[in-house]
């Protein structure tokens, strides 16, 4: 009830302030493999040459999927270990068993072709579809970053004639909330201001029939 009551109320806020304008800026959903090389020197030969390789990719993974497509690489090279951010658009599909399906296809290709072709210049010793560094289902600061997703922007001008008439407060008081609020979350340890935010895209998603995963 106590979300259902707040959420109703910001509802009402933001119908009674004309409404809010969003538009969706960024769509990548991402599975990050990592490749363990022989010793650095590989790693770094190995990247270069895997940055180039997106058009075969792409050919490759259309054996797997209709709807996936691979946007773009982007590498990070820890030691040994070549940590490569897959991210794919997916449709209207979340996606996630989408991407890692193609992700495996690709990286099939990968060791494949370094073996047979590309021996005599590095070796793959090892590999690992998943590292986490994707930060799938997790509150990871590298989605808000690179983005996991659909990424979306939305803007309201509330005035102040209903910020207190439906929230009994002035925009002066509720900025220093917010303000007292953000310098207790560093305290806190917490990742974010935001209230249930989990809840409510919950229950949104389970009212339009969406994926709640």
Known sequence: PGISASASRGARVLNDSGGVVSRVTNVAQRRTPVFIMADLA?????????????????????????????????????????????????????????????????????????????????????????????GDKRNAWINPIIGRGFGVQSEAFIPESVLQSVLNVDSRRLLRCFEVCSQSILLSGASAVSIATVDSLAAIYTATGQDVA
């Not at 040459?49 to 058009?55: E, G, I, K």
């Not at 590999?127 to 994707?134: D, P, Q």
Request: charged letters at 20%; zero cysteines; aromatic letters at 10%.
């Open 42 to 134: 590989d790693a770094i030969a190995f990247n270069k040459w895997l940055m180039q390789q997106v058009p075969r990719i792409r050919a490759v993974q259309e054996e797997v999927s209709e709807h996936g497509r691979l946007i773009k690489l982007q590498s990070y090279i820890v030691g040994r270990g070549v940590h490569v951010n897959f991210l794919y658009s997916t449709g209207d599909a979340a996606g996630q068993n989408m991407v890692t399906a193609l992700t495996h296809k690709a990286s099939q290709w990968i060791l494949q072709t370094v073996n047979m072709e590309l021996a005599d210049q590095f070796s793959i010793k090892d590999y690992y579809i998943e590292t986490l560094l994707s």
